[in-house]
């Protein structure tokens, strides 16, 4: 089954870093049209990065703190996390659909073949 595999999620205190990694397993991904995703607890998946035909648009509420990156080589899309919060705890996805952004918010298509999701906690 064509999937995303997200990986680099763990425990980080306050103000630390983490890089998440988005990979392509069984098709090549197109680096120019990927959406990243978190979910909290009993809540829907928010987007929080988009890249739409080789742009790349933020959430406003993460836009400072988030950078987004791609190896084309490597069939990979990166999230740089910086300045983590605790409010950033959540499940991280990545998925090829369709996003774009929308008045401080990423909009996006359905999708339904999510993968596994990389768990970001932060906390001290």
């Known amino acids: 089954q064509l999937q995303l595999v997200e990986s680099g999620g763990g425990l980080v205190q306050p103000g630390g870093s983490l890089r998440l990694s988005c990979a392509a397993s069984g098709f090549t991904l197109d680096t120019n049209n990927v959406g990243w995703f978190r979910q909290f607890p009993g809540q829907e998946r928010e987007g929080v990065s988009c890249?739409?035909?080789?742009?790349?648009y933020y959430a406003d509420s993460v836009k400072d703190r988030f950078t987004v990156s791609r190896d084309s080589a490597k069939n990979t899309v990166y999230l740089q996390i910086n300045r983590l919060e605790p409010e950033d705890t959540a499940v991280y996805y990545c998925a090829p659909t369709q996003c774009t952004y929308c008045s401080g918010y990423i909009c996006y298509e359905s999708y339904y073949n999510w993968g596994q999701g990389t768990q970001v906690t932060v906390s001290s």
């Open positions: 890249i739409r035909d080789g742009t790349t």
